[in-house]
C-alpha cells in the first residue's frame, strides 16, 4: 500500500500515552492499529452501542497491543479520569448519523456536544498540556455555495447531527483560544475503506453499497446519480490525524480534508461494479427525509492541510475500494448478520 | 417617545395568543407589554433564577393583562405543554453571560441548546403551524473580520455561550427547512433601555455602567475605552421582533438589528454622564477573563431587516439612554440591593 508516512512520526508517538475515542470504530479503529505500529502506548474507548460503529473485531490482531477500555464518552466521570496522563488525544467518538438525529436530537446533542464540553473540561482541569485532535465533519458546510470548498466557506449545516459537530468543534476552538489548550480540528470527508460500518446506510451511503455489492444485490443510487464527491482513503485520514497532533502550527486551526478524484454517484457505483467484476445499480428516487438534507455536489479543498501539515491523499479511489472490497470479501461476515 | 409601529401589527396580534419564552426577563417583558397594548393574550414564561434578567416587577401594570407561568425552558414536559395552541412563540429564554458560560458549559449548553430542541420538538409535534421568532445574538460573530458585519460574515464565536447560541439558532433554521416550521432568527446588538438587568455585567456591560453612574460610583471602562459599538433600543429591538414574526418572507430567515450610532465605550461614558449631569468615568485595564473573550470593535449592517421587514431603528442613542437614566432613577431601587 502507498504510504505517505512523514519520518518524524515514530518519533513522535512511540512509548507515548494516547487516547482515542471512538477507538473501536472505523477511524478511531484503524488510527489505534497504526499507533500501535509506531510503538505507542494506546488506549481505545469505546461504548459498543451497536448501532454505532464500535467493533472489536476492528482491533483483531491488536488486542495485546491496544488498551481497550468500554465506556461511553457521556460518561464524564470515566472521561475525567481517562484523559490523565495522555500525551495525545484523538477525540474520534461520535453520533454520526443525520437521520438519527433528526429523530433523536437529544442524543446526538448529549454525544456530540455535551461529551465534547466534559473531555474538555477533563483536559483543562487535569491534562491542560495534552495534544487533542478532533474529528469534524464537511458535513457542517452544508449546501456547498462554491466549490471546492475551502475553510472559509460558511459554515451551514442541513440536520440537528451537523449543528452539533459544529458545536462539538468550535468548542475545541474556544477552549483553545481561551485556556491554551493544543487542539485541532480535521474536517473529514467521505472517509472509506476497512472497518467502515456497512450493515446500513447509518453512517455513510457508501457502507450500504459495499455490502449490497458483496451479497449480490442491486445498488440503489438515489436521484440522478450525478451528485459529485470526494473520497479520502481511511489510511489517509489517518495520515493526516497523525500530521495535525505533531504539527504546532495546527494548534487552534481547521483543516479540511479531501480527495484527489471528485466522482459522481453514478461514477462511483460503476467503478465498484467493475472492480468487483459483477453486480448491478439502479437510480432510485431520494426518499423524502433523505432529500430534506441532501447537499448535492461536494468537494473540497485540502489546500491548507497540504501546506501546514505536508498532508495529502495518497491513495487513488480505484486503489482504495479494490482494499475495501478485498477487506469486506475476507471479512464481510464480521460486519453484517 | 418616537415609535416605529407598522399599523398591520395591531390587526395581527389582536386576541392571538402568544408565548414568549423568558417573559419576564429585559426584552421579554417590554415585548409583553407591548402584545397586551396591541391586544394579544401573552404567557409569558420565566423561570425566575436571581442570577438571570427576571423579574415580576417588569410585568409591573400588566400583572392582570399578561399570564405568568413560572417554568424553567429546560422542562421539557412543562414546555411540551405550554407551546400548544399557541399562535405566535417568542422564544427569548437564554443563559446570556459569557463568563458563566466558561466557568459552567453544562449550564450554558442545557439551557441554550438542550431547551431550544425540547421547544422545537414540542412545536413540531403539538403546534407545526405556530410562528416562532428566536431571539439570536451578533456575538456569535466573534472578532470582525469586516465592518459594518452582516449576515454573511462568518460566524467565530469566541466563547461557550457564543457556541450554543449558534447551535439555538441553527436548530431553528434547520427545522424551518426539515419540518417546514416557520421559524426567524433575530441577532441582536448591545439592546438596552427600562428593566434591563443592571445588577452586575452578567448581562451586558451598559448595565453596571447604569447602576455605578446612578449610585454615584466611578464607571470602569475596560482597556483604551475606544471598542466601538453599535446599541438598539429596546423598544426598537421588540418592534423587530414583532414585524419579523408578521413578514412572510422572514420565515427561515436570519436578520442583524443594529444601531444608527457607532460610538466608542470612551464617549458612551461620556454621554452618560453629560445626560445624568454628573459622574466619574475611569479607564482600566481588562480583566483577563474578560480579555480572552472581548472582541474588538463591533458594529453591524441593518440592510437586511431593513429591506425585508420595514425595520430601522429609531430611538436614538441620547433619546434612549436618558429614557433608561429616568427609569433606573425612578425603579432602580427595584433593580439592585
Given at each position: 500500500?502507498?504510504?505517505?508516512?512523514?519520518p518524524h512520526l515514530a518519533a513522535a508517538f512511540r512509548d507515548q500515552p494516547v487516547l482515542i475515542t471512538g477507538g473501536l470504530g472505523f477511524i478511531g479503529s484503524n488510527l489505534a492499529r497504526r499507533l500501535a505500529d509506531l510503538g505507542a502506548r494506546v488506549?481505545?474507548?469505546?461504548?459498543?452501542?451497536?448501532?454505532?460503529?464500535?467493533?472489536?473485531?476492528?482491533?483483531?490482531?491488536?488486542?495485546?497491543?491496544?488498551?481497550?477500555?468500554?465506556?461511553?464518552?457521556?460518561?464524564?466521570?470515566?472521561?475525567?479520569?481517562?484523559?490523565?496522563?495522555?500525551?495525545?488525544?484523538?477525540?474520534?467518538?461520535?453520533?454520526?448519523?443525520?437521520?438519527?438525529?433528526?429523530?433523536?436530537?437529544?442524543?446526538?446533542?448529549?454525544?456530540?456536544?455535551?461529551?465534547?464540553?466534559?473531555?474538555?473540561?477533563?483536559?483543562?482541569?487535569?491534562?491542560?498540556?495534552?495534544?487533542?485532535?478532533?474529528?469534524?465533519?464537511?458535513?457542517?458546510?452544508?449546501?456547498?455555495?462554491?466549490?471546492?470548498?475551502?475553510?472559509?466557506?460558511?459554515?451551514?449545516?442541513?440536520?440537528?447531527?451537523?449543528?452539533?459537530?459544529?458545536?462539538?468543534?468550535?468548542?475545541?476552538?474556544?477552549?483553545?483560544?481561551?485556556?491554551?489548550?493544543?487542539?485541532?480540528?480535521?474536517?473529514?470527508?467521505?472517509?472509506?475503506?476497512?472497518?467502515?460500518?456497512?450493515?446500513?446506510?447509518?453512517?455513510?451511503?457508501?457502507?450500504?453499497?459495499?455490502?449490497?455489492?458483496?451479497?449480490?444485490?442491486?445498488?440503489?443510487?438515489?436521484?440522478?446519480?450525478?451528485?459529485?464527491?470526494?473520497?479520502?482513503?481511511?489510511?489517509?485520514?489517518?495520515?493526516?490525524?497523525?500530521?495535525?497532533?505533531?504539527?504546532?502550527?495546527?494548534?487552534?486551526?481547521?483543516?479540511?480534508?479531501?480527495?484527489?478524484?471528485?466522482?459522481?454517484?453514478?461514477?462511483?457505483?460503476?467503478?465498484?461494479?467493475?472492480?468487483?467484476?459483477?453486480?448491478?445499480?439502479?437510480?432510485?428516487?431520494?426518499?423524502?427525509?433523505?432529500?430534506?438534507?441532501?447537499?448535492?455536489?461536494?468537494?473540497?479543498?485540502?489546500?491548507?492541510?497540504?501546506?501546514?501539515?505536508?498532508?495529502?491523499?495518497?491513495?487513488?479511489?480505484?486503489?482504495?475500494?479494490?482494499?475495501?472490497?478485498?477487506?469486506?470479501?475476507?471479512?464481510?461476515?464480521?460486519?453484517?448478520?
Amino acid at each position: 500500500m502507498a504510504t505517505n508516512a512523514a519520518p518524524h512520526l515514530a518519533a513522535a508517538f512511540r512509548d507515548q500515552p494516547v487516547l482515542i475515542t471512538g477507538g473501536l470504530g472505523f477511524i478511531g479503529s484503524n488510527l489505534a492499529r497504526r499507533l500501535a505500529d509506531l510503538g505507542a502506548r494506546v488506549t481505545a474507548i469505546d461504548s459498543l452501542i451497536p448501532e454505532y460503529g464500535g467493533k472489536r473485531f476492528n482491533l483483531a490482531g491488536y488486542e495485546e497491543r491496544v488498551r481497550i477500555n468500554i465506556a461511553d464518552v457521556r460518561d464524564e466521570y470515566s472521561m475525567d479520569h481517562l484523559v490523565r496522563g495522555q500525551a495525545f488525544i484523538f477525540n474520534l467518538a461520535g453520533q454520526v448519523s443525520h437521520l438519527d438525529s433528526m429523530h433523536n436530537p437529544y442524543t446526538d446533542l448529549d454525544i456530540n456536544c455535551r461529551s465534547q464540553l466534559s473531555i474538555l473540561e477533563a483536559c483543562r482541569k487535569h491534562n491542560p498540556s495534552v495534544r487533542l485532535v478532533y474529528s469534524g465533519t464537511r458535513q457542517i458546510y452544508g449546501r456547498p455555495r462554491y466549490l471546492p470548498v475551502d475553510e472559509q466557506h460558511p459554515v451551514d449545516p442541513v440536520d440537528v447531527n451537523g449543528v452539533n459537530k459544529v458545536a462539538g468543534e468550535w468548542y475545541h476552538i474556544v477552549y483553545q483560544r481561551a485556556y491554551g489548550l493544543r487542539a485541532t480540528s480535521l474536517r473529514l470527508t467521505n472517509t472509506y475503506g476497512p472497518r467502515m460500518r456497512v450493515v446500513d446506510a447509518r453512517q455513510t451511503f457508501l457502507g450500504i453499497w459495499l455490502r449490497r455489492l458483496l451479497q449480490g444485490d442491486e445498488i440503489l443510487v438515489f436521484g440522478d446519480g450525478r451528485q459529485r464527491r470526494d473520497f479520502t482513503y481511511v489510511d489517509d485520514a489517518v495520515e493526516a490525524l497523525l500530521r495535525a497532533a505533531t504539527c504546532e502550527a495546527a494548534v487552534g486551526a481547521i483543516y479540511n480534508l479531501g480527495g484527489e478524484e471528485v466522482i459522481s454517484l453514478q461514477a462511483l457505483a460503476e467503478l465498484l461494479i467493475e472492480l468487483q467484476g459483477s453486480g448491478r445499480y439502479r437510480l432510485v428516487p431520494f426518499p423524502a427525509e433523505q432529500k430534506a438534507i441532501d447537499i448535492g455536489d461536494y468537494f473540497g479543498s485540502y489546500a491548507r492541510a497540504k501546506a501546514d501539515l505536508g498532508w495529502q491523499p495518497r491513495v487513488g479511489l480505484r486503489e482504495g475500494l479494490t482494499h475495501t472490497l478485498a477487506y469486506y470479501a475476507a471479512h464481510g461476515h464480521e460486519y453484517w448478520p
